[in-house]
Structures are given as structure tokens and as C-alpha cells.
């Protein structure tokens, strides 16, 4: 993404299984503490899950959300923690109707 230079997001898909890339100043806007740490594998998850919403109310109080609920572009609503070894993880479920 987008459809012409400059690039920023790629997927690459095998079967069930999607590996996303994000450009590294793109990484940085949406997960700001990505900023402090050095250029390479990032170690973030996308996991698709049904209500997203309450996954999220039982999560807020126990972990560190880095990124808050957001309804993005591509069709989801999703957030992201961080894990006890600072590994990004989001949650994300897909909108009917978009």
C-alpha cells in the first residue's frame, strides 16, 4: 500500500497464514514506541478475533494498551497491547457492512 510509490504496507499470504511489513516511519506513527527502539524486527501479531470490544474491556485494566480502539479503513476495529517483553500485539475484528 498505497497503490504507487512511496510503499509503505505489503502482505504476503500463504494459506490461512498473512505476514504483514510496514515501513518503519509508518510502524512508528501508529505504535509511537516503536520510536525509541532500533531498526529491525519489530515482533508484532495481528490476531482477528470476534468481540473485539470486550476483549478489549477485559484487557484495559491489566495491560498496557499501545494502541487505543480504532475502526480502520481496511474494515476492522482493532487495538494493541504490549506483552511483559514489549512485543506489540493487536486484535482486531471485521466489520460487517464495510
Known sequence: MPDASPFVFAIVTSGDVEIFFNDAAAAVKEY??????????????????????????????????VMPMVAQFYGTREFAISDPDGYIITFAQRVTGA
Open 32 to 65: 509511537p514506541g516503536f520510536a525509541a527502539r532500533p531498526i529491525g524486527a519489530t515482533g508484532t501479531l495481528y490476531i482477528e478475533v470476534e468481540g473485539v470490544d470486550a476483549l478489549h474491556d477485559r484487557l484495559k485494566d491489566h495491560v498496557p494498551i
